[in-house]
């Protein structure tokens, strides 16, 4: 199937995603009267008087708005946020078909970090939680930090936080398949942007003591003022060998590589340089890093990708509707690294051990046990570290 050409077509058809349901009945003058005035004024001055009692008497407990600015959709780059609203629609159709989280779109049309901040700050007493998505780098990270701070309810930015989740799931499995622990590995990320340096910090929060990030230009090295600010600051934990030059010399020896980068910047020759039984992630979308067969041919032991095309899909969609729906369900102030951890291992768990093969280390995105084993594992550690309400 040419999925493009077939997606547009369906899409002329759908005319949306999602749509709004009706919980309550209004057929006649009762119902409308308890739906609606006059009864409804007595929950209004209730939540009045106790704003929390927002999350009981309302869908509000249940309610998740999909953030974009437009500006780094899919691989498309900066296409506006008009552009961006088929992807936002699919991410809440899956939020509500996974977990059966309300989502919604937002597509702000404003590139300014304080309009977003704000925007976002004024919506949020009508949502449980926030899903910041498909927003560029550095920005993201400015928005992202600020606004968990000064809300009290989770906000999470999937392309950052999300795949790094599911990036250390992968590896937690193939880990066990190429008898390597965490502590031991020598790692390499190609891509410094939001997913790469959010997997970059959650690696090093697991365990992981080496892990080496590469950009267009080459190794990220600490000291390098030519980088912007998020890179500089990540360059302080990573590269500690001080290793200079280009992907090719810091993929030399390496155990696992990570790509969330472009198409084809990585060779046999460059794998056949690495660890035995090396560790392969290539998520460049539409086009991998690598071809999954060239990686196995040049000694790749465990191949991941970002396409359902291929065994191995490392995608977002294990994470981010389990994760909400095990905050969302304790009331969660926030989605903290233990959260995220609890959430990795839970997407680990789901691949029994007798199944567990070179060609199988995650559960497929579409296993509905999956997501309530991420949202059973997310609530169990919002509550063990505090940041649960009920």
């Given amino acids: 199937m040419n999925y493009?050409?077939?997606?547009?077509?369906?899409?002329?058809?759908?005319?949306?995603?999602?749509?709004?349901?009706?919980?309550?009945?209004?057929?006649?003058?009762?119902?409308?009267?308890?739906?609606?005035?006059?009864?409804?004024?007595?929950?209004?001055?209730?939540?009045?008087?106790?704003?929390n009692k927002s999350f009981e008497l309302t869908r509000r407990w249940n309610t998740v708005p999909v953030i974009t600015d437009g500006t780094a959709v899919l691989g498309l780059g900066d296409i506006g946020p008009e552009a961006g609203m088929p992807v936002m629609e699919g991410k809440c159709a899956l939020f509500k078909a996974f977990a059966d989280v309300d989502a919604f779109p937002l597509c702000i049309k404003s590139k300014d970090t304080e309009e977003i901040i704000k925007t976002v700050k004024l919506l949020s007493g009508s949502f449980g939680g926030i899903n910041l998505e498909d927003i560029?780098?550095?920005?993201?990270?400015?928005?992202?930090?600020?606004?968990?701070?000064?809300?009290?309810?989770?906000?999470?930015?999937?392309?950052?936080?999300?795949?790094?989740?599911?990036?250390?799931?992968?590896?937690?499995?193939?880990?066990?398949?190429?008898?390597?622990?965490?502590?031991?590995?020598k790692i390499v990320i190609n891509g410094a942007g939001a997913a790469g340096i959010a997997i970059a910090k959650f690696l090093l929060?697991?365990?992981?003591?080496?892990?080496?990030?590469?950009?267009?230009?080459?190794?990220?090295?600490?000291?390098?003022?030519?980088?912007?600010?998020?890179?500089?600051?990540?360059?302080?934990?990573?590269?500690?060998?001080?290793?200079?030059?280009?992907?090719?010399?810091?993929?030399?020896?390496?155990?696992?590589?990570?790509?969330?980068?472009?198409?084809?910047?990585?060779?046999?020759?460059?794998?056949?340089?690495?660890?035995?039984?090396?560790i392969v992630f290539t998520c460049a979308n539409p086009v991998p890093e690598i071809p999954r067969d060239e990686a196995v041919a040049?000694?790749?032991?465990?191949?991941?990708?970002?396409?359902?095309?291929?065994?191995?899909?490392?995608?977002?969609?294990?994470?981010?509707?389990?994760?909400?729906?095990g905050a969302l369900d304790v009331r969660a102030k926030t989605i903290n690294s233990e959260m995220m951890i609890a959430a990795a291992e839970g997407i680990a768990s789901c691949v029994p051990a007798d199944k567990l093969s070179p060609d199988y280390i995650l559960p497929y995105a579409y296993d509905k046990s999956a997501h309530r084993a991420v949202a059973e594992a997310v609530a169990a550690a919002a509550r063990r570290t505090g940041v649960a309400r009920i």
């Fill in 298 to 325: 040049a000694g790749a032991k465990v191949v991941g990708t970002g396409s359902s095309e291929f065994p191995n899909q490392i995608n977002n969609v294990l994470v981010f509707p389990g994760l909400f729906r």
């Fill in 136 to 185: 560029s780098a550095p920005r993201c990270f400015e928005i992202e930090s600020r606004l968990k701070a000064e809300l009290d309810i989770p906000v999470f930015h999937d392309d950052q936080h999300g795949t790094a989740i599911v990036t250390a799931a992968a590896l937690l499995n193939a880990l066990k398949i190429v008898g390597k622990e965490l502590s031991s590995l």
């Fill in 4 to 51: 493009r050409k077939e997606s547009l077509k369906k899409h002329a058809e759908w005319r949306g995603k999602i749509e709004t349901k009706v919980r309550v009945p209004v057929s006649n003058r009762e119902e409308l009267s308890l739906a609606y005035t006059p009864g409804v004024a007595e929950p209004c001055l209730a939540i009045r008087d106790d704003v």
């Fill in 205 to 278: 929060s697991m365990g992981v003591k080496d892990v080496t990030l590469c950009a267009s230009r080459g190794i990220i090295c600490e000291g390098d003022t030519s980088v912007n600010p998020a890179q500089q600051e990540i360059a302080k934990v990573t590269n500690l060998s001080h290793l200079k030059g280009k992907l090719e010399t810091a993929m030399k020896g390496a155990d696992v590589f990570i790509g969330v980068s472009v198409a084809n910047c990585v060779t046999r020759r460059m794998v056949a340089s690495m660890a035995e039984n090396a």
